[in-house]
């Protein structure tokens, strides 16, 4: 009995009367008002720290966001630029088949004995409007050799080595050969001018020529055979009062663009 004048029986008698007078308030809901101010006050502090963070955080993420998209559009970029140059390679390889296959027609028909030459390069350090090959002496090749490109005259061997030559392509301003009018038989003078294009020369007035008509070699030069296809009149350049007739020729060779060549070897 003692224990109960003690000074712990009066902290333990206090917190058992503090405890049912809570709980016959929160049973009578008088404690609600003081549950939803306990609940409500760090609210504010939440909402401040919230709009705090929130900003920082989208501020970091937008960084990363933005640092993704510059190495995304870096690969991106480099894909493209590589399909661009497998496209171009593409190109280049259907035109140089498109080119071989020209080519190889043209030989399985020709009786001429001819040497296969790849370009090397455009105008030579020699003459402008000039090539190099890849074939020389070893091959065959000669100087004065006619250089062929789909069975059309493309222009004549002016200098050669052992393993490569030079073409003066029949463009060039100082080119010349003797020729013929296929339709008349007519004798004349074909020459380049100023890698502008070919003209026919030396046609006598009383000559018929049109345009459409072709124009071959006249195999007077004997390392350049007769009737090899120089090319068609595209427009006649003289008048009536010239001593000769002039006209312009068109040939089908691309010669910005050689890529391959026969020279007809002797």
């Known amino acids: ?58 501020f ?47 030989v399985k028909s ?21 090539v190099i090959l890849n074939c020389g002496t070893d091959e065959g090749v000669g100087v004065g050799q006619a250089v062929l490109s789909q069975g059309y005259l493309a222009g004549k061997i002016i200098s050669v080595g052992p393993h490569t030559s030079t073409a003066l392509l029949i463009t060039a301003s100082s080119f010349s050969t003797d020729a013929n009018v296929s339709q008349t038989g007519q004798s004349a003078i074909v020459m380049g001018s100023f890698s502008s294009g070919i003209i026919l020369d030396q046609v006598p007035q009383t000559s018929a020529l049109q345009t459409g008509w072709l124009v071959v070699t006249a195999g007077i030069n004997p390392q350049v055979p007769k009737n090899i296809v120089i090319g068609q009149v595209s427009q006649i350049l ?22 391959f060549v026969f020279v007809v070897k002797q």
């Open 1 to 58: 009995m003692r224990f109960i004048y003690t000074k712990a029986f009066a902290i333990f008698a206090s917190c058992l009367a503090v405890l049912a007078i809570l709980v016959f308030m929160q049973a009578k809901g008088w404690l609600d008002p003081l549950k939803l101010a306990l609940l409500e006050s760090p609210r504010p502090v939440i909402i401040m720290a919230s709009g705090v963070t929130v900003p920082v955080k989208n």
């Open 60 to 106: 970091f993420s937008t960084i990363y966001q933005l640092r993704q998209i510059t190495v995304e559009n870096k690969q991106l970029q480099d894909r493209v630029n590589q399909l661009q140059q497998d496209m171009a390679q593409y190109q280049e390889l259907t035109r140089e088949n498109q080119d071989l296959r020209t080519e190889l027609g043209f």
């Open 110 to 130: 020709s009786q001429l004995p001819l040497a296969a030459c790849a370009v090397l390069s455009k105008n030579s350090f020699i003459q402008t409007d000039a």
């Open 238 to 259: 003289s008048s009536g009062n010239d001593l000769f007739k002039r006209a312009a020729l068109l040939s089908p060779i691309d010669f910005s663009n050689l890529q």
